[in-house]
């Protein structure tokens, strides 16, 4: 029978402890899924358009709007100053002081990474608290870091719908073992550090159990479940006095009951704990599913609360995909924006060089026939300084040769579209200093920007040598004129030479030789005449 009661006693023991296990398991999962809805809540705002157009009274209205759905918790915006801009604590517009919080709000900003954070003090409450911390990014840069605090009544209300054992403390301590939240419902105890027994005995593993030293039974026997989204634990504390009347009481019935008794009372939390491990257990695959970002698919679950947390997995579920589908659809505008962006900068950079590096002069003309732009040939061209062409008369440096020049603007303006202006080798190009040149131009219209695009060329060196090839030509038909009279009189002199001397012959062979060479002398004259 001692052996059979010890053994009892350590088994109801190992039994409290292990199912207090599950509960501070199970009440550390709902605050990660508290957390984790937070996050993603946070995550959703962070695509608003309100923040991209910095429209922060809008973003104001909206998130306390999402905030309907969260009473008590508060929600804040932070610039990269580390300065509040949005606190819905206050009105719009109220002034804001420093984050309280500023070194993990700086670490979010530049890790651009979700943050869980331990207790600090809010400026605007004077209050402990603790946030989750949120990157608002845009263009691969942190813009602004939001924050979802939470005061420890909110977390406890959360904890206080799960079942808790009878008797218990459940307590969350942060990631330096300060008290978040207690069930004893002393707010005086939060930010008090946990014993240096149970501060230590959280640094041995995710889960454990920590005996605390007491006089005679007044020590405490805790329970806790380290979160796998921050740093916070979850802490079920039973006074060991409570724990050993609650053994007794069972080891009482067992003694009286006998063995029967005790394998019904075996039985029955075999069952109860079957019923939990089977609810965490349903809920296990749904939550995989939610952080792999598949659908949620809810079993049957024999508990009514894990069935509520399985419906919150599948609301959180369907908002996922929804803000997942707009974050990609802004992504890829922002992507198609970004190419057409750089297809445009490529293209202005392509058609700048062209202007800026063809070897003719360009002007643009505006429709008051002044200059709007010029490239650096037309400026050197003209002899004027960068950017001091603009604002001048077209017909300023392009007038028509002749005594009464038109209006070369006006030529050009009037030509039909398109067509350009042909034939413009007769002007004259007035430099700087006063001193004219010869010019081609070509202008062609921009009818949608009622521009003129002028092509300029100096042509000074092809109207000098065009002048002296045309010198060189009329000398040169002078000299064929000349050369060609010449050789006619001489051939007409040879042949009236034959005939004279063939009529003083008597010999009629040598007569017909001299009028035979004669007709050659005229053919040759004949040839002659022709070619020249």
């Known amino acids: 029978m001692v052996a059979l009661f010890l053994h009892s006693y350590g088994r109801e023991r190992a039994g409290i402890e292990r199912a207090s296990q599950d509960v501070s398991r199970a009440l550390m999962q709902a605050i990660d899924r508290e957390l984790s809805s937070a996050r993603a809540a946070l995550q959703a705002l962070a695509t608003s358009p309100s923040l991209d157009a910095h429209d922060l009274r809008a973003f104001h209205a909206q998130a306390i709007e999402v905030l309907h759905s969260r ?3 508060v929600l804040v915006a932070s610039d990269p100053g580390l300065r509040q801009v949005i606190n819905t604590g206050l009105p719009f517009g109220a002034p804001l002081p420093r984050h309280g919080n500023a070194g993990q709000i700086r670490s979010v900003f530049a890790t651009g990474r979700p943050m869980v954070s331990d207790l600090y003090l809010g400026p605007t409450v004077n209050r402990l608290l603790s946030s989750v911390d949120v990157p608002v990014v845009r263009g691969g840069q942190v813009r602004y870091v939001l924050s979802m605090q939470y005061f420890g009544e909110r977390l406890g ?3 206080e719908r799960q079942q808790a054992p009878p008797g218990a403390t459940v307590t969350i301590y942060d990631g330096k073992a300060r008290i978040v939240w207690s069930s004893r419902a002393r707010r005086a105890e939060v930010g008090q550090r946990a014993s240096s027994a149970l501060a230590a005995g959280f640094t041995l593993g995710p889960e454990g159990t920590v005996d605390e030293p007491g006089a005679d039974e007044a020590g405490l026997v805790t329970v806790f479940s ?6 916070w634990t979850v802490a079920i504390a039973l006074q060991r006095s409570v724990l050993n009347a609650s053994l007794w009481r069972a080891l009482e019935w067992i003694v009286v009951g006998g063995c029967g ?7 029955l939390v075999a069952l109860i704990g079957t019923r939990i491990e089977a609810a965490l257990r349903g809920l296990v695959h749904p939550a995989v599913a939610l952080g792999h970002g598949e659908q949620v698919v809810l079993p049957p679950l024999p508990l009514d609360e894990a069935l509520d947390v399985g419906h919150a997995l599948v609301q959180t579920a369907a908002l996922l995909r929804e803000r997942t589908i707009q974050r990609d659809e802004a992504e890829h505008a922002e992507r198609i924006l970004r190419e057409a962006k750089r297809a445009v900068e490529r293209s ?16 643009l003309v505006g429709h008051d026939g002044r200059v709007t732009r010029a490239n650096v040939q037309v400026e050197r061209m003209f002899g004027y300084a960068a950017g001091a062409l603009e604002g001048l008369a077209l017909d300023a440096l392009l007038v028509e040769s002749g005594e009464t020049p038109a209006s070369v603007y006006e030529r050009m ?8 202006m042909a034939g413009t080798t007769h002007l004259r190009g007035l430099r700087h200093d006063g001193i004219a040149f010869a010019a081609d131009a070509m202008a062609n219209p921009l009818p949608e920007r009622a521009l003129l695009i002028v092509t300029v060329r100096d042509v000074s060196a092809g109207w000098e040598q065009e002048e002296a090839l045309r010198q060189t030509l009329e000398d040169k038909n002078t000299l064929l004129k000349e050369l060609y009279h010449r050789v006619k009189n001489n051939l007409q002199l040879i042949i009236s030479l034959f005939n004279l001397q063939a009529r003083t012959l008597t010999d009629g062979h040598a007569q017909r030789a001299l009028f035979e060479a004669a007709n050659r002398v005229r053919a040759m004259s004949l040839v002659h005449e022709r070619l020249y």
């Open 226 to 231: 380290h979160s796998s989204l921050s740093d």
């Open 157 to 159: 209300a959360i904890l």
């Open 413 to 420: 303006r009037k030509a039909p579209a398109r067509s350009g």
């Open 261 to 267: 008794l005790l394998a019904l009372g075996a039985g």
């Open 71 to 73: 009473p008590g918790n």
């Open 348 to 363: 202005e950079a392509f058609l700048r060089g062209i202007f800026e590096e063809t070897p003719d002069g360009i002007l």
